[in-house]
């Protein structure tokens, strides 16, 4: 890899990370409310979740897949990840390996 084609990609990880970080911190929390709303919480949270990984193919033109049987993956930026724990965790494991991929980069 070429010294430029490392400065652009860890550009293009730093405007991603910028985007998705804030949007997936403020993804709604599961948890059971006074009135005993754990699966509409839960539901909140899935929702919110694939609307995240809409704007991230939207925005950024990931790679997903989502599974049902099989894991969940997502390919951005040439850093890919997989979840058998959902959208959250996926979007979470993408965060984490591209922060390492960042400070790796930066040595």
């Known amino acids: 890899m ?3 084609t490392i400065t652009d990609r860890a550009t293009l990880l730093r ?3 910028a985007d998705i970080e804030p ?3 403020a993804l709604p929390r599961i948890g059971a409310d006074a ?3 754990w699966i509409a919480s839960h539901d909140q949270h899935r929702a919110a979740a694939e609307e995240l990984l809409r704007h991230i193919r939207r925005q950024h033109g990931a790679k997903a897949r989502v599974g049902l049987t099989d ?3 997502l ?3 040439g850093i890919t990840v ?3 724990r959902g959208l959250a965790v996926l979007i979470d494991a993408w965060l984490t390996k ?3 991929a960042l400070s790796g980069a930066s040595k």
């Open 23 to 25: 949007r997936h911190a």
């Open 98 to 100: 591209a922060r390492a």
């Open 2 to 4: 070429t010294q430029q």
């Open 35 to 37: 009135n005993g709303g």
């Open 82 to 84: 997989t979840s058998v």
């Open 75 to 77: 390919q951005l930026h």
């Open 15 to 17: 405007a991603a990370i």
């Open 71 to 73: 894991p969940s993956r």
